[in-house]
């Protein structure tokens, strides 16, 4: 199993992509084979403070850097010796299975889509994030800011993602499927709600439950919650403020509150294309790096890509 870590990723790289790395190695008699890509001059000596001269690290030089605020699409294509560029070209070939970054996010989802390309059959590859439940259980929304505006072919394809998702990655049997809407009732909500409702109910592949309201987001009633990028970015942005308001308010600490810290989770999957891509948080520190790569880990494991790729073939 090999996976390609972006080292030059995120506002404290390569550091903290080390540290990371460091905290995934600790007694881990089953580690991954590692492809660090970055700088040599800056990467190579951070490996070396560290301990991280291991026989399953392997540092591939990259001397260029994708910046936050390029253009991705005309960044990764006169930069092909950055990070980003070759990581795909990894992934691409076959040399890694996986590709972690927390580096550019357009850069990262123009890779996804255009080098490693989506999963046949599948309309739009969506993003998804986690949503901690009061029980201890974790639930999925998506799309998580991918996809501003949806059509109901797209939304109901996320519902299928999502429940694989959730099936292989967070260990949830017959996941419930829930569409976020201003109502419970049949008929509520927009033109876009309205018209997926009636795609979903009839979906045999996923287990719908019917709409959900905002009050729902937190409680077990639905483990996957589909909407646009629109609604669910702003449902995102929200829910990381929880974690800062509790923490500010005192409760940082709180066993709930804690698991809305997006370090806990790592990065998020682009779910539909045919290979795994994870993309973390720009301030990703050591303990996202490490959750990314377990993340990457899973995803390869339970073979999730084929699983996809398998369902939109049937």
């Known amino acids: 199993m090999n996976i390609g870590l972006d080292m030059m990723g995120g506002d404290f790289a390569p550091l903290e992509a080390v540290k990371g790395l460091q905290l995934y190695m600790q007694n881990n008699d089953h580690a991954a084979s590692l492809f660090c890509i970055g700088d040599e001059a800056q990467v190579g000596p951070l490996l070396e403070e560290n301990g991280l001269n291991a026989p399953n690290i392997r540092l591939v030089h990259a001397p260029e850097v994708i910046g936050y605020h390029e253009h991705p699409t005309k960044a990764l294509k006169e930069k092909q010796r950055s990070s980003i560029a070759i990581g795909f070209h990894l992934l691409a070939t076959g040399k890694i299975d996986a590709f972690v970054s927390a580096g550019n996010t357009g850069a990262m989802l123009v890779g996804a889509m255009f080098t490693i390309k989506a999963v046949e059959g599948v309309l739009r590859p969506t993003i ?79 287990n719908f439950i019917g ?53 806990n989770y790592g990065g998020t999957p682009v779910l539909g294309i045919a290979k795994p891509v994870i993309i973390g948080h720009g301030i990703s520190e050591a303990r996202a790096f490490k959750n990314m790569i377990h993340e990457a880990e899973k995803m390869i494991q339970t073979g999730l890509c084929a699983k996809i790729a398998e369902q939109f073939s049937a």
């Open 128 to 206: 998804s994030t986690v949503m901690p439940k009061l029980n201890g259980g974790t639930g999925l929304i998506l799309d998580a800011g991918l996809n501003a505006d949806c059509k109901p072919e797209q939304l109901n394809q996320f519902a299928i993602l999502g429940s694989l998702y959730a099936q292989w990655m967070l260990n949830i049997d017959n996941p419930k499927v829930g569409l976020m809407n201003v109502g419970e009732e049949e008929g509520k909500g927009n033109l876009v709600t309205q018209s997926t409702y009636p795609v979903l109910k009839e979906n045999t592949r996923i």
């Open 211 to 263: 709409n959900i309201e905002g009050r729902d987001l937190f409680n077990d009633k639905a483990d996957v919650i589909v909407c646009d990028g629109f609604t669910g970015n702003i449902i995102l942005k929200m829910a990381e403020s929880v974690y800062d308001i509790a923490t500010q308010r005192g409760y940082g600490s709180d066993a709930y509150f804690t698991r809305f810290h997006y370090e």
